[in-house]
């Protein structure tokens, strides 16, 4: 294992992702867990409790490792402890009259939440981030970051989001299984050749700083969002093949719908909007 990812594995530092908090609501409410089955789980629990609002909207559930981690249909998320950021950000629903039009959906959060960690990741290390659709960030084609994006409803019928989000930062890929070394990496091994310095507790205020903002402007910036979507996009633009698990489509990404929803252009001209299913590149036709 390398100097540089084995003096990085401590707990988090709680207080040092508060002080570099900016943002007016989330993360006031901040639980951590050395060790958890998955952060998902306890914010649902959490959203489910009998307590105010204001303990609940803008929670973040964060831990140093997951025994039950997931990602899209349920797929482990490997990572060994103090070397990942795993975190879930609790966010009320219904603060926007716009989302009966779709857009404060479950897919554009989780696009909204790619955006903001590609976003984060570059202006900290100067990498090239971008958003596989339609939920993973990867940088130079591997996954670097999941999100996976649910909801819940308490007591009162006011609806929440979940937002898990892991980011492999220390991971050392050498210990990735066989299948993974192909098609993962981590901050820690992005950087090394650079000495860059990689503090999860940065990274995460960022993240919370960024996401908060975001999140509190979908409606009126909706647009320009759609347009930064659309920039940090490594699917709008490309051939793609996507698996939805019952058929397999080709064509051109062409663009997102307002709900998120991947348009793709096949090659007989008809325009498909796919919103769930697995996203590759392919070589365009001659």
Same mark, same amino acid.
């Given at each position: 294992?390398?100097?540089?990812?084995?003096?990085?594995?401590?707990?988090?530092?709680?207080?040092?992702?508060? %002080?570099?908090?900016?943002?007016?609501?989330?993360?006031?409410?901040?639980?951590?867990?050395?060790?958890?089955?998955?952060?998902?789980?306890?914010?649902?629990?959490? #959203?489910?409790?009998?307590?105010?609002?204001?303990?609940?909207? +803008?929670?973040?559930?964060?831990?140093?490792?997951?025994?039950?981690?997931?990602?899209?249909?349920?797929?482990?998320?490997?990572?060994?402890?103090?070397?990942?950021?795993?975190?879930?950000?609790?966010?009320?629903?219904?603060?926007?009259?716009?989302?009966?039009?779709?857009?404060? $959906?479950?897919?554009?959060? !989780?696009?909204? !939440?790619?955006?903001?960690?590609?976003? #984060?990741?570059?202006?900290?290390?100067?990498?090239?981030?971008?958003?596989?659709? $339609?939920?993973?960030?990867?940088?130079?084609?591997?996954?670097? %970051?999941?999100?996976?994006?649910? $909801?819940?409803?308490?007591?009162?019928?006011?609806?929440?989001?979940?937002?898990?989000?892991?980011?492999?930062?220390?991971?050392?890929?050498?210990?990735? %299984?066989?299948?993974?070394? !192909?098609?993962?990496?981590?901050?820690?091994?992005?950087?090394?050749?650079?000495?860059?310095?990689?503090?999860?507790?940065?990274?995460?205020?960022?993240?919370?700083?960024?996401?908060?903002?975001?999140?509190?402007?979908?409606?009126?910036?909706?647009?320009?969002?759609?347009?930064?979507?659309?920039?940090?996009?490594?699917?709008?633009?490309?051939?793609?093949?996507?698996?939805?698990?019952?058929?397999?489509?080709?064509?051109?990404?062409?663009?997102?719908?307002?709900? +998120?929803?991947?348009?793709?252009?096949?090659?007989? +001209?008809?325009?498909? !909007?796919?919103? $769930? +299913?697995?996203?590759?590149?392919?070589?365009?036709?001659?």
């Amino acid at each position: 294992m390398s100097k540089h990812i084995e003096e990085r594995r401590n707990s988090l530092n709680l207080e040092l992702i508060k %002080s570099n908090l900016k943002t007016s609501n989330v993360g006031k409410q901040m639980v951590y867990y050395q060790e958890i089955g998955s952060t998902n789980d306890v914010a649902r629990k959490l #959203v489910k409790e009998d307590i105010e609002e204001n303990k609940k909207n +803008g929670a973040v559930i964060i831990t140093d490792y997951q025994t039950k981690g997931r990602g899209k249909s349920y797929r482990k998320w490997e990572a060994e402890p103090f070397t990942n950021i795993l975190m879930t950000v609790v966010m009320k629903k219904g603060e926007h009259p716009v989302e009966t039009q779709g857009i404060a $959906s479950l897919q554009n959060i !989780t696009l909204l !939440t790619g955006l903001v960690v590609c976003e #984060v990741l570059n202006n900290l290390f100067d990498i090239k981030a971008k958003i596989k659709w $339609s939920n993973d960030v990867i940088i130079n084609d591997k996954k670097v %970051s999941g999100i996976l994006s649910e $909801s819940a409803t308490d007591k009162n019928g006011d609806t929440y989001f979940l937002i898990g989000i892991g980011i492999n930062v220390f991971q050392d890929i050498e210990k990735f %299984s066989e299948e993974l070394k !192909t098609s993962a990496t981590s901050l820690a091994n992005e950087t090394r050749k650079r000495n860059i310095i990689v503090q999860r507790e940065i990274v995460i205020a960022e993240i919370l700083n960024r996401l908060e903002y975001y999140y509190d402007n979908i409606e009126k910036k909706w647009n320009k969002i759609r347009k930064r979507l659309k920039d940090f996009s490594s699917t709008i633009g490309k051939r793609v093949k996507v698996s939805t698990g019952k058929k397999i489509i080709e064509g051109l990404g062409l663009d997102f719908e307002d709900d +998120g929803g991947l348009m793709v252009r096949e090659d007989s +001209g008809m325009i498909k !909007t796919i919103y $769930s +299913g697995d996203v590759e590149e392919i070589p365009w036709r001659e």
